[in-house]
């Protein structure tokens, strides 16, 4: 959005998302100390699988040959394109359309990280502990991006889908269960049990699948 | 208001509802059960098997 709208409106723009993402955690993060740990671990456990879930089966398909995999090249291209020709209407001294545009982007991924990790961090009683990890990922990222200088078309994009899937899949299971009123077997020492079996499953339908993709060429 | 609840819609439920059903169905039945006797744990992981493969197989056919 920058290099084609120009960086004023589009930092305008994200730092306004970055400023009311800020405000919806304040306001949530507190709130959400202040519900009873099984009410929270059923409905983090809940969302956490549903959102596992689309992560998951998207990356199954697209491993598995059944949807095509994102070229980011042609995403980058496509998008770029459209906001050149995207026509330019002022308000508020802004280009509206990179305005909304960054400020849409930003919120909307922010609002799923934010969520992320103030639910883990709730569930396990440190919501300052998650945001250190989260901190600590967004270093790691500007400094492999720093010293790898290669673009995003080069990141492995579907089996970073696919991990992200079996992890969010994963605790919405275990958490889910328990919030149910489920006493795991081993306790916390049966979570990697569910990690194992959430692999296994997926792995297990992306050959199954790829199977079924050369029966419906051949 | 309509597109407000397209977007929680799209960003809660995504592409397949009924990967959102299953999974809703399959807490009523952990729930039930951990008031009985009968282990629970293994519903949720089974359900999320059997959802998963279900919302698959209707893209892979």
Redesign the interface.
Known sequence: MGLTRGWRSTLVGAGAATLALAAIVAALGPALTVIPIEVLRLVVGGLLLVFGLQWLRKAILRASGWRAVRDEDAVFARERAEAANAPRVERAGLDWYAFTISFKGVLLEGLEVAFIVLTFGSTQGSIPLAAVGAGAAVVLVVLAGIVVREPLSRVPENTLAFAVGVMLTTFGIFWGAEGAGVDWPGGDASLPGVLGFVVLISLGFVTALRRRRKLAIA | MKRFGKFWWD??????WR??VG??LA?GL??LL??TSV???W???LA??A???L??RR??R
């Open positions: 960003f809660i439920v995504g592409d397949d990967v959102a999974i809703l807490f952990t729930a951990a008031t282990p629970a744990w519903v949720l992981p999320v098997a959802v998963l493969w919302s698959l893209v892979a």
